[in-house]
Nanobody, 125 residues
Framework: QVQLVESGGGLVQAGGSLRLSCAASGGTFSSYTVGWFRQAPGKAREFVAAISWVGGTNYRDSVKGRFTISRDNAKNSVWLQMDRLKPEDTAVYYC???????????????????WGQGTQVTVSS
C-alpha cells in the first residue's frame, strides 16, 4: 500500500516562497499522475497542479506563472515550488496519486486514490 508524505509547509509573508515535497513509500508512482490539491477552512478541496508520468503539467489559473510542479521518479518524489505567494494561497496542501499511464494530468480529485495527510501553508499579508 503506497503512502504519501508531504512536507515543506509553513508560515511565509506575502511575496515569499515555499517548496512542498511529496514522497512515496511502500510503492511507486513513477507511472502515475501526481497532483497537488488544497483546502482552505470552509471551502471545498481544489486542484492546484498535476504532473503526468511523462512530465506533462497542468495548473489552476490562479497559480500559473507562480507555482511549478516537478518530479524525480528515481527518488519517488514530487515537488511544488510556490513563488510570489499570496494570502489567498493559505490552505492545507495535499499530494495525491492519480491514474497510471495517463498522458494528460487530471484535475478532478475523484481520479486520485491515495492521499497524503497534508501540510499547512499560511501566507500573511
Amino acid at each position: 500500500q503506497v503512502q504519501l508524505v508531504e512536507s515543506g509547509g509553513g508560515l511565509v509573508q506575502a511575496g515569499g516562497s515555499l517548496r512542498l515535497s511529496c514522497a512515496a513509500s511502500g510503492g511507486t508512482f513513477s507511472s502515475y499522475t501526481v497532483g497537488w490539491f488544497r483546502q482552505a477552512p470552509g471551502k471545498a478541496r481544489e486542484f492546484v497542479a498535476a504532473i503526468s508520468w511523462v512530465g506533462g503539467t497542468n495548473y489552476r489559473d490562479s497559480v500559473k506563472g507562480r507555482f511549478t510542479i516537478s518530479r524525480d521518479n528515481a527518488k519517488n518524489s514530487v515537488w511544488l515550488q510556490m513563488d510570489r505567494l499570496k494570502p489567498e494561497d493559505t490552505a492545507v496542501y495535499y499530494c495525491a496519486r492519480g491514474p497510471s499511464f495517463a498522458v494528460a494530468p487530471r484535475t478532478s480529485p475523484y481520479e486520485y486514490d491515495h492521499w497524503g495527510q497534508g501540510t499547512q501553508v499560511t501566507v500573511s499579508s
